[in-house]
């Protein structure tokens, strides 16, 4: 028995100018599954993976890497016996060129007996090879592979990359791995911080990777890491100004990518901005400087920020005073837009989105404002909620967009109409649902709180969906420029989770109805309600809802949402009930029986035909219960009935043991299938049970 062979970690650094921050990690991620996936093609075993991701570099290490590619055995199927050889047991030229593609001669071929025949086949171990052989085409094509969108060239080179890249190190244990890759030689010397880092730094081993680069390089090379790191220098520096930071995941991820050895410093500004919204100062202070804004315990917005710095400054003061000064005119802007918008009422934006194109065949953004309008009336008298109150909200809910201050800060749209509504004495549920009217804003996202928030949050997006979809813009692939699977999924959401009994299909056709003047939507009406409900697939398999119950429910296309959710919700309690799988495969039994016969459509049963025990018991259970679950039906208390319906699966078990259905007797098999279908409609009352899967 030969002994395992001798394994030792590997590393892999490219050593790069500054990588794109919001990409870093995406870019690390696929450029270590890109090796790991090459490693693992080429038959090495792979036990543990360390993967780093800093401004300046992408690295991997892997543990315990063999040197050398494991033996496999090598197995080519040649010509059938019959083919191999003519007449004359001489080899034919089929064996003779397989044989010669082998590497072989023919009588070195074996036979191989199977069910169609003997075949000649070749059989070998193939000779690992050496890894430092392999490796340079598996980070070659890892690199290749890399979510690049645009890639460039640097200097006279040919080689091309998100970014220049200066060094390359390729170690394994404390071998060096010679190779060229992108265009440079590998080696074992890597760069630290490109301050405080004193040139090379020289590995003698390939796993003291990390900790070299932390006392010799002043690099936090691992991301989550750094990560850490800055999350708890935020927090302590908040801390001792007496308030709390606000620790956006996103700004902290890119702050992590744009610092090796990060190093927190607090600032502050002048406390007449705070006259400014704060959803303004946190919108600057993130996305233009990329600081961490200060609340104070009350939850209120302070006049202190804490910014990252990459580099331990021996005058922390000036750095300090230096981003203190960078922020001030971006403030200084902001409070500008903030006073010349208030100098004429918020309605009276309204005009010039008489000129603002939302789509060039479905008209302006005004024209939009009035069929949301419309549309929220109709919703409005559905669920009770005040139509004077919907009418102003609607009114106002896009004048915002043509502030100076929404020119500025875009995503605030909505946000800064709120602000400006509450300054003007609207009524609060009027400034509110202007801000909601865009939610959910994203999965994580709440939906409206108000009544009026979410009606206009429904119209806006209905009148979205129905509109494209009327013009052949629908969503195609990843491609979805008017992100109507957010739309949609917002709409879903907005239903169920706050409890509006709306039809979805008759939200649809009274949007179409009010497009008629600019396009033709009544043939997209049920591709839009198609569409929306497949996006509620995904909204309650990410809840853990399973395929099969979704299926079951789907199956009967309820066009309220709501109803769609207490359908699931039953569908999922009865599931795990004893007797689900029994009448699930008892449903499923009847419904090939039904889809068979004619005589499925017949729905009167004739008591004097029965003969059977079991055909009247089950005659009597399904009466007595039908009349039980019929008020839980309507008032859509789906988890009851089907809680009542269980009852039926010994009564329907013994039907089967004992009755023959398809009798001679045309008259009584007609029967027994019309009382089949009666204990079938039952069911399909709640969904199609047939669809669950058996365990």
């Given at each position: 028995m030969s002994a395992a062979p001798m394994t030792e970690d590997l590393l892999i650094e490219i050593g790069t100018e500054e990588?794109?921050?919001?990409?870093?990690?995406?870019?690390?991620?696929?450029?270590?599954?890109?090796?790991?996936?090459g490693l693992k093609k080429s038959g090495f075993e792979i036990s543990g993976v360390d993967s780093f991701a800093a401004p300046r570099r992408l690295a991997v290490l892997i543990k315990s890497v063999a040197a050398m590619q494991p033996d496999r055995a090598v197995e080519r199927k040649g010509p059938n016996l019959k083919a191999a050889y003519d007449a004359d047991g001489n080899p034919t030229k089929a064996v003779m060129g397989f044989a010669r593609s082998c590497g072989v001669e023919v009588n070195d071929l074996q036979q191989q007996e199977t069910e169609k025949g003997i075949w000649l086949v070749f059989k070998a171990t193939e000779k690992g090879r050496i890894l430092s052989d392999l490796l340079a085409d598996i980070v070659d094509q890892s690199l290749a592979r890399l979510p690049i969108p645009k890639r460039m060239r640097w200097g006279n080179k040919n080689e091309e990359f998100v970014r220049p890249v200066h060094w390359v190190v390729l170690m394994h244990g404390s071998n060096v791995i010679d190779a060229q890759i992108m265009g440079l030689q590998t080696s074992n010397v890597t760069f630290g911080h490109r301050f405080h880092a004193k040139g090379e730094i020289k590995l003698s081993v390939a796993n003291e990777y990390r900790q070299k680069l932390l006392s010799e390089g002043f690099v936090i090379a691992d991301f989550e890491e750094r990560k850490q790191n800055i999350k708890q220098q935020v927090i302590e520096s908040v801390e001792r100004l007496g308030g709390v930071a606000i620790l956006d995941?996103?700004?902290?991820?890119?702050?992590?990518?744009?610092?090796?050895?990060?190093?927190?410093?607090?600032?502050?500004?002048?406390?007449?901005?705070?006259?400014?919204?704060?959803?303004?100062?946190?919108?600057?202070?993130?996305?233009?400087?990329?600081?961490?804004?200060?609340?104070?315990?009350?939850?209120?917005?302070?006049?202190?920020?804490?910014?990252?710095?990459?580099?331990?400054?021996?005058?922390?003061?000036?750095?300090?005073?230096?981003?203190?000064?960078?922020?001030?005119?971006?403030?200084?802007?902001?409070?500008?837009?903030?006073?010349?918008?208030?100098?004429?009422?918020?309605?009276?934006f309204n005009a010039a989105l008489e000129n603002v194109v939302f789509q060039a065949e479905l008209g302006t953004i005004a024209d939009k404002t009035r069929r949301v309008a419309s549309l929220g009336e109709i919703i409005a008298d559905q669920i009770g909620a005040d139509k004077t109150i919907v009418n102003r909200a609607v009114v106002l809910s896009k004048c915002d967009l043509m502030t100076d201050m929404v020119g500025e800060f875009a995503s605030l749209q909505g946000v800064i109409g709120k602000r400006y509504a509450q300054i003007a004495g609207e009524a609060e549920e009027v400034a509110l649902a202007i801000d909601e009217q865009y939610m959910p804003r994203g999965a994580n996202d709440d939906t409206a709180t108000t009544s009026t928030g979410q009606i206009l949050s429904i119209s806006d997006k209905i009148d979205t969906l129905v509109g494209i979809f009327a013009i052949g813009q629908k969503p195609t692939g990843e491609k979805d420029p008017y992100a109507l699977r957010r739309a949609s999924l917002g709409v879903l959401r907005t239903i169920i989770e706050r409890q509006l009994d709306l039809d979805l299909k008759q939200l649809i056709a009274s949007?179409?109805?009010?497009?008629?003047?600019?396009?033709?939507?009544?043939?997209?009406?049920?591709?839009?309600?198609?569409?929306?409900?497949?996006?509620?697939?995904?909204?309650?398999?990410?809840?853990?809802?399973?395929?099969?119950?979704?299926?079951?429910?789907?199956?009967?296309?309820?066009?309220?949402?709501?109803?769609?959710?207490?359908?699931?919700?039953?569908?999922?309690?009865?599931?795990?009930?004893?007797?689900?799988?029994?009448?699930?495969?008892?449903?499923?039994?009847?419904?090939?029986?039904?889809?068979?016969?004619?005589?499925?459509?017949?729905?009167?049963?004739?008591?004097?035909?029965?003969?059977?025990?079991a055909e009247k018991d089950l005659f009597a259970i399904l009466n007595s219960l039908s009349q039980t679950v019929d008020p839980m039906f309507v008032s859509g208390d789906y988890e009851a009935a089907l809680s009542k319906l269980s009852s039926l699966r010994d009564p329907v078990d013994a039907f089967f043991d004992s009755v023959m259905v398809m009798a001679d007797d045309e008259a009584v098999k007609n029967n027994r299938i019309a009382l089949l279908n009666t204990m079938n409609q039952l069911f399909l009352r709640a969904a199609d049970l047939s669809r669950l899967h058996q365990s």
């Open positions: 990588l794109p921050p919001k990409a870093l990690t995406k870019l690390s991620d696929a450029f270590t599954q890109g090796v790991v996936d995941e996103e700004l902290l991820n890119e702050v992590t990518a744009l610092n090796e050895w990060p190093i927190a410093v607090a600032g502050e500004f002048e406390e007449v901005f705070l006259e400014v919204p704060p959803e303004v100062l946190i919108k600057t202070m993130q996305d233009n400087q990329k600081y961490f804004a200060v609340k104070d315990k009350a939850g209120n917005l302070k006049n202190h920020f804490i910014t990252i710095s990459n580099i331990d400054s021996k005058s922390p003061e000036k750095v300090k005073a230096g981003n203190e000064r960078v922020i001030r005119p971006r403030l200084a802007d902001a409070m500008f837009f903030w006073q010349q918008d208030q100098k004429q009422p918020l309605d009276s949007s179409a109805e009010l497009l008629a003047d600019k396009v033709d939507s009544r043939e997209v009406e049920q591709d839009v309600f198609d569409y929306i409900i497949e996006r509620l697939r995904a909204y309650y398999l990410d809840r853990g809802v399973l395929a099969d119950v979704f299926d079951a429910v789907s199956a009967l296309s309820p066009s309220r949402p709501l109803d769609f959710d207490k359908r699931i919700k039953a569908v999922t309690v009865f599931r795990d009930m004893a007797e689900a799988e029994s009448l699930a495969a008892a449903n499923k039994r009847v419904g090939n029986i039904l889809k068979k016969s004619a005589a499925g459509k017949v729905s009167s049963v004739d008591e004097n035909l029965f003969s059977e025990k």
